[in-house]
């Protein structure tokens, strides 16, 4: 079935610090999205793309929509402490249902 | 009161029990979703409805079963669990015609088999 990788898996950073992390598929996706989950809750929607080029940002945050649509990446710039958590990519399967594909995670800690 | 909501939030469970994860909803979405959570490994999908009548197999539904009793409740089980199966689980729901079509998330459980 169709993969995504998510890199790094873990991230530690100094807070104000810039953080960026990627993801790639070895099959096309018509959307990209960004979730962010915080310690003992479920993920919550970041970002959603839908053209492939496309770069969005939602506050500090800011995720790009890869030309080939095979990846995507989330900037986050000038970090905080409430930035910590677990941040997944996924890709919509529109073969499948348009049910969505998540990446490994990528867990972020900020030193104040 | 949340969109998505989980019962229980947490629970230990014996080898061999069976048990029963409930999720209900108020969005109204007729998708629902179960999947679960393990460190490295992300989110894995279970089983999925897109209706009452229509329930598919994910990428992991071996030693699950589900139950959609309505088109608000959507159950996962374990007939017979094992200690492999300790994950936290996450109820969703969607619906693609509606704004970014993303999934709104449960708070899940956290399940421990003994």
């Known amino acids: 079935g169709q993969q995504l990788n998510q890199s790094p898996q873990s991230m530690f950073i100094q807070e104000g610090e810039d953080v960026s992390m990627n993801c790639t598929s070895s099959s096309i996706f018509n959307t990209w999205l960004w979730y962010k989950q915080d310690p003992g809750e479920g993920p919550v929607l970041l970002i959603a793309l839908y053209k492939a080029g496309e770069l969005t940002s939602n506050g500090r945050l800011t995720a790009q929509f890869g030309i080939t649509r095979k990846d995507s990446f989330l900037n986050i710039s000038a970090s905080i402490p409430s930035d910590v958590g677990i941040y997944f990519c996924?890709?919509?399967?529109?073969?499948?249902?348009?049910?969505?594909?998540f990446g490994q995670g990528t867990e972020l800690s900020v030193k104040p | 009161d949340a969109d998505v909501t989980q019962t229980p939030r947490n629970r230990i469970t014996k080898t061999g029990k069976r048990i029963m994860l409930e999720c209900s909803q108020t969005?109204?979405?007729?998708?629902m979703y179960w999947y679960r959570q393990d460190p490295g490994l992300g989110l894995r999908l279970i089983y999925y409805?897109?209706?009452?009548?229509?329930?598919n197999k994910g990428e992991i539904s071996d030693g699950y079963s589900v139950s959609r009793q309505a088109q608000a409740k959507f159950s996962l089980s374990l007939e017979s669990a094992i200690p492999n199966q300790t994950a936290l689980y996450f109820c969703a729901t969607s619906d693609p015609s509606l704004g970014t079509g993303g999934y709104t998330f449960g708070s899940g459980t956290r399940l421990t088999v003994v």
């Open positions: 969005k109204g979405h007729d998708r």
């Open positions: 996924a890709g919509r399967d529109y073969l499948g249902g348009g049910k969505l594909i």
């Open positions: 409805s897109f209706d009452v009548k229509d329930i």
